[in-house]
């Protein structure tokens, strides 16, 4: 979209001025005349590049939420059900959003079905925005005629994914905010408050006692050699994220968090609350068993359970259902199969699949309550040890100092 100036006149001859966005001064024109107004000036506006630029840095600042895309989805489903064309809805929508990077791929969106793109076409063009469950579902819903209610059903994907990312996210900020302070209020005594003391201790001849010798040497260390452990921490960090951006070093370190107890099965129920809430919705959209698994196999979350997809995929493309791949897959638990099994004979998975994730919620919900409950006391104990050897480390030594001077 380009931003023109116009210059106008209205149906009682008053004069009109403003801007507006449109494709081309021809659409500018007929956006005006559709209004009611004689446009007498159109003009492009001159600092549309720098414009551009401007929305190129605010939309990379300001990415786009997983709540504005579920807007975005109930918005689209809405006006597609009032019988709004693509085009017209995309138009609609790119003026009524405020995030500058949803409105530009929403731009591109039309740009892309003007040149004979489809729908799902041109949103696979921004995967980092909709993802492959999205576009597939889109699709899906494009070739069966019932874009509406897949829309419907995608937001409720969009909102379960939403609400246990949050949930987790809410399950984490106490343990990590004390983490934090306990960090920090280590490195602010060794840094700044044994200093002060450890000189005194020393010059008087006393024999320190053991917590205030382990602080004067973490400070004659952390002085000494700051530069390797900032470099090492730096180096850590660095070799984690390529890791991570590696499929071998993801599936490791997802294989290793699974086995790791308490967090292990929360992952594993995590995972399983995701394979049966998506799962079930993609069977509902009419999407085949074995799309499904591909589907599945990019949205899980889990590099180890994931890589499971692909042999789930081998033995349907067999004929060997599903119910006993997901058994030998080895992550997935009895209840889960046992379920899928019963859905598989009687022709009901998507029912038996809502019913598992509906149970894995639950389970998931409890576990972090379960965790949250049991890491309070723990750090609460952590932050009162680390507190009180500062204490024996600055207190002991001043007492026998006491004692020398009475």
Same mark, same amino acid.
């Given at each position: 979209m380009i931003t023109y100036h116009y210059k106008a006149i209205d149906?009682?001859?008053?004069?009109?001025?403003?801007?507006?966005?449109?494709?081309?001064?021809?659409?500018a024109a007929s956006?005006?005349?559709?209004?009611?107004?004689?446009?007498?000036?159109?003009?492009?506006?001159?600092?549309? $590049?720098?414009?551009?630029?401007?929305?190129?840095?605010?939309?990379?600042?300001?990415p786009i939420k997983t709540s504005e895309l579920i807007l975005f989805t109930k918005q689209f489903k809405t006006l597609f059900k009032a019988g709004v064309s693509i085009r017209q809805l995309l138009l609609?929508?790119?003026?009524?959003?405020?995030?500058?990077?949803?409105?530009?791929i929403l731009r591109d969106l039309s740009k892309d079905i003007n040149n004979g793109l489809s729908l799902e076409e041109a949103?696979?063009?921004?995967?980092?925005?909709?993802?492959?469950?999205?576009?597939?579902?889109?699709?899906?819903?494009?070739?069966?005629?019932?874009?509406?209610?897949?829309?419907?059903?995608?937001?409720?994907?969009?909102?379960h994914e939403h609400k246990m990312k949050?949930?987790?996210?809410? %399950?984490?900020?106490?343990?990590?905010? =004390?983490?934090?302070?306990?960090?920090? $209020?280590f490195i602010v005594l060794l840094t700044f408050v044994i200093p002060k003391f450890s000189k005194v201790f020393l010059d008087s001849g006393i024999d320190l006692p053991l917590p205030t010798l382990v602080c004067i040497g973490l400070n004659h260390f952390l002085s000494d050699y700051w530069y390797l452990i900032l470099g090492g921490v730096i180096i850590a960090g660095v070799s984690l994220y390529l890791a991570l951006k590696n499929e071998k070093g993801r599936f490791f370190l997802d294989t290793f968090l699974l086995k790791v107890p308490v967090i292990g099965p929360l992952l594993t129920k995590t995972a399983m609350a995701r394979f049966a809430s998506i799962g079930s919705?993609?069977?509902?959209?009419?999407?085949?068993?074995?799309?499904?698994?591909?589907?599945?196999?990019?949205?899980?979350?889990?590099?180890?359970?994931?890589?499971?997809? =692909?042999?789930?995929s081998e033995n349907l493309r067999e004929g060997k259902g599903i119910a006993a791949p997901l058994?030998?897959?080895?992550?997935?638990?009895?209840?889960? =199969?046992?379920?899928?099994?019963?859905?598989?004979?009687?022709?009901?998975?998507?029912?038996?699949?809502?019913?598992? %994730? =509906?149970?894995?919620? $639950?389970?998931?919900?409890?576990?972090?309550k379960q965790m949250s409950d049991a890491i309070g006391p723990v750090l609460t104990v952590g932050l009162a040890c680390v507190i009180g050897?500062?204490?024996?480390?600055?207190?002991?030594?001043?007492?026998?100092?006491t004692q020398m001077v009475k």
């Open positions: 149906e009682n001859g008053a004069k009109k001025n403003g801007q507006l966005e449109a494709e081309s001064s021809e659409m956006l005006l005349l559709s209004r009611g107004y004689i446009p007498s000036r159109i003009s492009e506006e001159s600092s549309a $590049a720098s414009g551009s630029f401007l929305e190129y840095i605010k939309g990379f600042i300001n609609v929508l790119e003026t009524q959003t405020e995030n500058l990077k949803l409105k530009k949103m696979g063009k921004h995967p980092k925005v909709f993802s492959s469950l999205y576009v597939s579902m889109v699709e899906a819903g494009t070739a069966s005629g019932s874009l509406p209610a897949v829309l419907e059903r995608l937001t409720h994907i969009l909102e949050s949930d987790i996210k809410a %399950a984490i900020q106490y343990p990590a905010f =004390v983490l934090s302070f306990l960090v920090v $209020a919705i993609l069977q509902a959209s009419g999407i085949s068993i074995l799309e499904a698994m591909n589907i599945l196999s990019g949205v899980i979350g889990n590099a180890a359970i994931e890589r499971q997809f =692909v042999k789930i058994k030998e897959a080895g992550y997935f638990p009895p209840m889960l =199969v046992n379920m899928v099994a019963i859905g598989e004979e009687s022709g009901n998975l998507d029912e038996m699949l809502s019913e598992v %994730a =509906v149970h894995y919620d $639950a389970e998931v919900e409890f576990s972090m050897f500062f204490a024996l480390a600055i207190f002991l030594p001043m007492w026998d100092l």
